[in-house]
């Protein structure tokens, strides 16, 4: 099933800094790209998406960006907080949702 | 938004026993999805769970082992059958109103001995 790939599998961030985490994707059919945040014990939230028609996304701290021609996208958080120290997956698919590995994006203080 | 209610959130069973794990959504939906996660890995797709049909399932997953019931709009049931310690796993439930958007249940830890 999976058909996203999520790079890097784990990051380490200082309070205040940007985190960034990658996507790559295989099926171009697709046209709707969300994250979700997971924390321990609890179900993914959907934290943001992206179509195709537009290159980034922004909703408070974070935002997407889209590359088309490299099939990829990036989730990026502004001014990381230890309350961002969560797993981040990626999807793609319609309805179905492919997801990712995760990513584990821990913030220290 | 919808939000959505797992039970039980957690279990222990004997191998060989089966499981069903409800799942309630505090509005109608159009789609509901059952995943199986491992601790600290990805999600995986079991099925689609449809009204009033027999549900879709993914490769690699059977109608006996996970028998999944939708009755209506707000409710979905899934059913491990005879299990296995291979078994173990958080199965979540997901709910969406449209093709893309899907919310998550908080999931049910089950453990097989």
């Known amino acids: 099933q999976q058909q996203v790939k999520q790079s890097p599998q784990s990051l380490i961030v200082q309070k205040g800094g940007i985190s960034i985490i990658n996507c790559a994707y295989e099926?171009?059919?697709?046209?709707?790209f969300p994250w979700y945040q997971q924390f321990p014990g609890k179900g993914p939230a959907l934290l943001i998406a992206?179509?195709?028609?537009?290159s980034e996304k922004k909703e408070g701290r974070f935002t997407i960006s889209f590359n088309k021609s490299a099939k990829q996208f990036s989730l990026h958080i502004m001014d990381s907080q230890p309350g961002d120290s969560a797993t981040y997956f990626c999807?793609?698919?319609?309805?179905?949702?492919?997801f990712g590995k995760g990513n584990q994006v821990v913030v220290i203080p | 938004s919808a939000v959505i209610s797992q039970k039980p959130s957690r279990d222990i069973c004997q191998r060989g026993t089966s499981l069903t794990i409800q799942c309630q959504v505090d509005?109608?939906?159009?789609?509901m999805f059952w995943y199986r996660q491992q601790p600290g890995q990805s999600l995986t797709l079991i099925a689609t769970?449809?009204?009033?049909?027999?549900?879709?399932?993914e490769s690699g997953f059977v109608i006996d082992k996970f028998p999944i019931s939708r009755p209506n709009l707000t409710f979905s049931t899934l059913t491990v059958s005879n299990m296995s310690p291979e078994d173990s796993s958080i199965y979540l439930c997901?709910?969406?109103?449209?093709?893309?958007?899907?919310?998550f249940g908080p999931g049910t830890r089950l453990l097989v001995l």
């Open positions: 997901s709910a969406g109103t449209d093709q893309e958007t899907q919310y």
């Open positions: 999807a793609d698919g319609n309805n179905r949702l492919a």
């Open positions: 992206i179509r195709p028609d537009v």
């Open positions: 099926n171009t059919a697709f046209d709707y």
């Open positions: 769970a449809n009204q009033g049909s027999e549900a879709t399932y």
């Open positions: 509005s109608q939906v159009t789609m």
